[in-house]
């Protein structure tokens, strides 16, 4: 067994997603080999700026590969989210005084980020799992380029769909899903093992409480800061799920890795729906289906310990600052 668990972010930064990134960072369980790209909760260049930035804010001095991938769903015009996370995705603090970003962000690109993907799971002699907190672009697009390294991966995690929650784009998709569902499907269809965190478990772990961001605030570490300001920021502009609250939909991903007790799982062959109808983006369950295809089943958290579940990431986000 490997000390710690090798993974690669896949990400459209996004305020949850920057706290999902924190929270892997801060989190000895994990070692964060690279960190990709893909359009999403706002455009690849803008969300390639926010992924540098946060490396060099959460991460300075680690070294940690930063990989630059799609600009658009493999068959789809692209669609956004600044309406959840900002013009910049991260809630307006790039422009804020003590956080600006500086204009040379988005020059420390490493390489294509579905080649990263590809060369992290192939080259690593542990089996690297991919984290998924965008639409699965990337990921569909390593699965096509090279078949045969992504079957070296220990599996994929992702954040998507909705089994029986609703969505939060339509009534039956959620976002990531509904913005590049052929690659969502495609992700379903790999055979690899996949695990996926719909909105059923997300809209049960929510950051509602003010002392989250006054602990963060108060604490002198930098990272602490700016991780208080980013929800302080997030919470004051509405930039929020469901009742004013923050929703931690990345964060749960990364959380099914760091603590699967926590999850009650079930197993369930997926697709995902296509077309520009009310099934784009829905994920289903084949035996809803009949007509549908066989596929290998993936790991779908149901529920969550919540509770327990906030408690553990918002301690994590807390000593982010923390020394070694
Ligand atoms: C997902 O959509 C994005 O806006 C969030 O970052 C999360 O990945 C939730 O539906
Ligand atoms: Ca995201």
């Known amino acids: 067994m490997p000390a710690s668990i090798p993974v690669v972010i896949d990400t459209d930064p996004g305020v949850d997603d920057a706290l999902a990134l924190a929270l892997a960072l801060a989190s000895p369980e994990l070692s964060v080999r690279a960190v990709t790209t893909v359009a999403g909760n706002v455009d690849l260049a803008t969300g390639t700026?926010?992924?540098?930035?946060?490396?060099?804010?959460?991460?300075?001095g680690r070294g940690i590969r930063l990989g630059q991938g799609c600009a658009k769903p493999?068959?789809?015009?692209?669609?956004?989210?600044?309406e959840v996370h900002g013009s910049d995705g991260l809630a307006g603090i790039t422009g804020h005084e003590g956080w600006r970003r500086r204009s040379a962000d988005s020059t420390d690109i490493a390489a294509d980020a579905v080649?990263?993907?590809?060369?992290?799971?192939a080259q690593s002699p542990e089996p690297v799992t991919v984290i998924a907190l965008g639409p699965l672009t990337n990921v569909a697009a390593a699965l096509q380029r090279d078949p045969a390294a992504m079957r070296r991966a220990a599996g994929i995690v992702v954040m998507g769909g909705s089994l029986h929650a609703g969505g939060n784009v339509t009534p039956r998709a959620e976002?990531?899903?509904?913005?590049d569902p052929e690659a969502a499907d495609a992700v379903m269809a790999s055979g690899l093992p996949v695990v996926v965190t719909p909105l059923d478990v997300t809209h049960q772990l929510a950051v509602s409480d003010e002392t989250v961001e006054s602990r963060l605030l108060s604490r002198p570490e930098p990272r602490s800061a700016f991780l208080g300001e980013l929800i302080r920021r997030a919470r004051a502009e509405q930039f929020t799920g469901r009742g004013g609250k923050l929703l931690l939909h990345d964060p749960?991903?990364?959380?099914?890795?760091?603590w699967p007790e926590l999850f009650t799982m079930q197993?369930?062959?997926?697709?995902?729906?296509?077309g520009?109808?009310?099934q784009r983006g829905a994920m289903r369950p084949t035996t809803d289906n009949d007509a549908g295809p066989e596929r290998t089943p993936s790991q779908v958290a149901v529920d969550v310990a919540a509770d327990?579940?906030?408690?553990?990431?918002v301690e994590r986000l807390v000593a982010v600052g923390d020394p070694g």
């Open 252 to 258: 749960a991903a990364v959380a099914t890795l760091l």
């Open 308 to 313: 327990s579940a906030v408690k553990r990431i």
């Open 49 to 60: 700026a926010n992924a540098g930035y946060l490396l060099r804010i959460l991460a300075p």
């Open 276 to 278: 520009d109808g009310d």
């Open 74 to 82: 493999l068959a789809r015009d692209l669609v956004t989210a600044e």
């Open 175 to 179: 976002f990531n899903f509904y913005v």
């Open 267 to 274: 197993s369930h062959a997926l697709t995902v729906g296509g």
């Open 115 to 121: 080649d990263v993907i590809i060369e992290e799971v």
